[in-house]
Nanobody
Framework: QVQLVESGGGLVQAGGSLTLSCAAS????????MAWFRQAPGKERLLVATIHRQGTSTSYADSVKGRFTISRDNAKNTVYLQMASLKPEDTAVYYC????????????????WGQGIQVTVSS
């Protein structure tokens, strides 16, 4: 049974930092591209960042480029999202997602999802 479990969310002031973690189990982690998505209330789920299954390439939404960093540790079956210079518009539920072998850029392409974790940035 595949499980993705996010942690590290919470409330932070604008300009602050948070690091999200997503621990995976029940799959061969190094065979999966990973991604972070986010969804604000009443809005669609949007891609934030992706990382190749070996960590050799990453991509970011324009809205977070230069502020967020995605990384992974295949020995720990964990993917991270370091978030800095947070803004109120970053407030959302953040989800990690896994896709076998290749990176996807739409949420429909990801077969495994975490339960989501709230990040709230106060102004």
């Amino acid at each position: 049974q595949v499980q993705l479990v996010e942690s590290g969310g919470g409330l932070v002031q604008a300009g602050g930092s948070l690091t999200l973690s997503c621990a995976a189990s029940g799959l061969t982690f190094s065979s999966y591209a990973m991604a972070w998505f986010r969804q604000a209330p009443g809005k669609e789920r949007l891609l934030v960042a992706t990382i190749h299954r070996q960590g050799t390439s990453t991509s970011y939404a324009d809205s977070v480029k230069g502020r967020f960093t995605i990384s992974r540790d295949n020995a720990k079956n964990t993917v991270y999202l370091q978030m800095a210079s947070l803004k109120p518009e970053d407030t959302a539920v953040y989800y990690c997602a896994a896709r076998l072998l290749v990176i996807g850029y739409a949420w429909e392409e990801y077969g495994y999802w975490g339960q989501g974790i709230q990040v709230t940035v106060s102004s």
